[in-house]
């Protein structure tokens, strides 16, 4: 269904079908990247110079990240000169760098060196700039900030950092502020040893650090603060925001005591106000107004006034959303939508209306909403895609778009998309849009959504909401009786149509699913190869869809919250008595969940409206209750 077309003749010979003569070329690439990885040269080079493919740079990273070698040092340092920047660079100058400090080949080392965040690397830099003669003072500089810093660092920096000291360096306000990165974020491990560089009268400080690192509770422990010092200070605020989450009656009842207890900023109080207010009103808990009144206006984020908005929906105080939220600037649509609900409830509703109408010219959940609410047809404020045919052109003639197209076509998608990302990042925005466009006729759905969201095109409808996989979507939907518009909008919510996709939590495929749910639902083990090809994870997915919406007796907003959060969790958040969906909706505890359920909603209503479908999918809510 791609309404999209190439402005370009030559994009039909670009994407026609491989010849027999491509697949000799892909098989002369894939015997030469063999020959590389053997390691015999001679066979190497010739397999590399008689080579014509787009990946010959690939089979020269083969070779020269496994065999360095200072016989073939002009050859490396070309190849590091020619691909300087691209995802082939750093593999082959990581490999080449330790080779030539295990050779202490020094002013070859330096030469080839550039900035990295590999601590070993850059200690050798620094270490064989000062061996052979680098000013001391501009030296010794860089190494105070390789130093401070929260984690341990290798021992290859030891020799180092000896020397460091032995100019004097290590001050103790350096000290102190490894103490502190290593507190608040970084390694605890390191206190012991970071105590004994601290002057003697303040090792006690580390100590103290450390206590409240493991239980925030001792913050509030007011006869561990001896001395009122600033640093004393330091460590109460640390251990007080983080004491928040875990007690907050206990942190209420210390902050009151701690706050006139050390001479704090206003900035450092706005601080605690601040993280109070966001863990007080994520909770729901009663001094939650409180401490959002507290926090200066420039400090009160859209994070911070959603909470708020929350505290008062809870409570479906609608005085204290309008007197809250009108008159304030850039409000979110979600915000705005809400003030016009206020004013609906107070009889208001010329006022409602006049809100309403403008959220309802977004293509969005809440514009959806409110158009569902003021009876009018949805708008997708759709762009058509028009590309010009020399910009297309240079773009697909891009090396690094060949590369890219070629690892695709491969399988190696990883390398696929570092090689996108490369292409991307470096162009200008209209060849963003040009390589989106070629991207979604090879079917690279991911690509194309990620690419269009950098340059902000998001009314680009057809390329952003393709019917990727939609014969597969159509057949599995129907067998489990579902509608294709969830099924797909799922998916496109969930890996963004990547088949090869892979949560931190180990979900996977286009629609996600974990092992264990994938076993559950096809009443036997899927291994991980098969939950990765879309006809299997588009069939399980579909079932589990249609389990849910059973569990959950048809309704399919809790249904869509339970794929994201699990059925029984859904279930602890249902109230006793029973509120508006829409509301219900707005007051999901996690926000990833209401997060999740929104755009599921927004996506099924663009692909809904894309179909031809009549009507507004999210009028139901405004009918529907939950719990109760």
């Keep these: 269904m791609k309404k999209y077309l190439l402005s370009v003749a030559a994009a039909t010979l670009f994407f026609s079908f491989p010849s027999a003569n491509a697949k000799t070329d892909i098989d002369a690439f894939l015997d030469a990247e063999k020959q590389a990885r053997y390691g015999n040269y001679q066979n190497f080079k010739e397999a590399v110079d008689s080579l014509s493919h787009p990946l010959k740079p690939y089979v020269e990273k083969a070779y020269w990240e496994r065999y360095p070698s200072l016989a073939h040092q002009t050859e490396i340092e070309n190849f590091l000169t020619v691909y300087e920047h691209t995802p082939l660079e750093w593999p082959v100058r990581k490999a080449w760098l330790n080779y ?3 050779r202490n080949q020094k002013a070859a080392f330096i030469k080839n060196y550039r900035e990295t965040s590999d601590s070993e690397l850059t200690c050798t830099h620094l270490t064989f700039q000062l061996d052979l003669g680098a000013p001391r003072k501009a030296i010794l500089n860089q190494v105070t900030d390789l130093w401070t810093v929260g984690e341990s660092q290798p021992s290859e920096c030891d020799g180092l950092f000896k020397r460091w000291r032995q100019n004097g360096y290590l001050t103790p306000d350096v000290v102190w502020q490894r103490v502190t990165l290593a507190a608040q974020g970084g390694s605890y491990r390191l206190l012991p040893y970071l105590k004994t560089l601290l002057p003697a009268k303040e090792r006690y400080l580390a100590d103290l650090y450390s206590k409240v690192r493991r239980d925030p509770s001792a913050a509030a422990g007011l006869y561990r603060y001896k001395r009122k010092t600033a640093k004393e200070g330091e460590i109460a605020l640390y251990g007080i925001k983080r004491l928040i989450w875990r007690d907050k009656e206990l942190a209420l009842k210390a902050w009151q005591k701690i706050e006139g207890l050390f001479d704090y900023t206003d900035d450092e109080k706005a601080d605690v106000y601040y993280t109070f207010a966001l863990s007080l009103a994520s909770s729901g808990h009663s001094q ?12 009160q984020d859209r994070k911070l006034m959603q909470w708020q ?14 007197a809250f939220f009108t008159g304030k600037e850039n409000l979110s649509l979600g915000q705005q939508y809400w003030l016009a609900y206020s004013y609906d409830k107070r009889a208001d509703h010329e006022k409602a209306k006049e809100i309403w109408t403008k959220v309802a010219a977004n293509r969005d959940y809440y514009g959806f909403l409110a158009a569902a609410r003021l009876g009018i047809p949805v708008d997708l404020n759709e762009l058509p895609v028009n590309v010009n045919q020399a910009l297309v ?6 090396p690094g778009f060949k590369r890219a197209k070629a690892l695709y076509e491969l399988e190696r998608f990883t390398a696929a998309r570092r090689e996108w990302n490369y292409l991307t990042d ?8 040009a390589a989106s466009v070629l991207a979604a006729e090879l079917d690279w759905f991911d690509s194309t959504i990620f690419t269009l969201a950098k340059i902000k095109a998001w009314d680009y409808v057809d390329l952003r909401f393709p019917f990727a996989f939609q014969e597969m979507f159509e057949r599995y939907s129907n067998r489990s009786k579902i509608d294709l518009t969830w099924s797909i909008a799922i998916a496109r919510r969930e890996s963004s149509f990547a088949p090869d996709a892979r949560s931190h939590a180990n979900a996977r495929g286009l629609m996600q699913l974990l092992p264990s749910t994938a ?22 997915g579909t079932r589990y869809l249609q389990y849910l919406k059973k569990k959950n007796h048809g309704n399919e907003v809790l249904a869509t919250a339970s794929y994201n959060a699990g059925y029984h969790r859904i279930k602890r958040w249902l109230p006793e008595e029973a509120m508006p969906a829409e509301l219900w909706v707005e007051l999901i505890p996690y926000r990833e969940t209401r997060d999740y359920v929104k755009n599921v909603f927004a996506y099924r209503q663009v692909y809904h409206t894309r179909l031809g479908r009549e009507g507004n999918l999210l009028a139901p809510l405004l009918e529907m209750t939950m719990g109760g």
């Design 393 to 398: 052109t240079r773009v697909s003639n891009a």
């Design 309 to 322: 908005l929350a505290n008062l929906l809870k409570t479906q105080d609608w005085e204290g959303i309008a």
């Design 519 to 540: 076993k559950y639902i096809n009443k036997g083990t899927v291994s991980n190869r098969r939950l990765y090809q879309p006809k299997t994870n588009i069939r399980l």
């Design 100 to 102: 030539l400090k295990r």
């Design 288 to 299: 939650a107004s409180f401490y959002l009144n507290k926090v200066p206006k420039e400090r």
């Design 426 to 433: 470096t162009s200008a925005d209209d060849e963003k849009l």
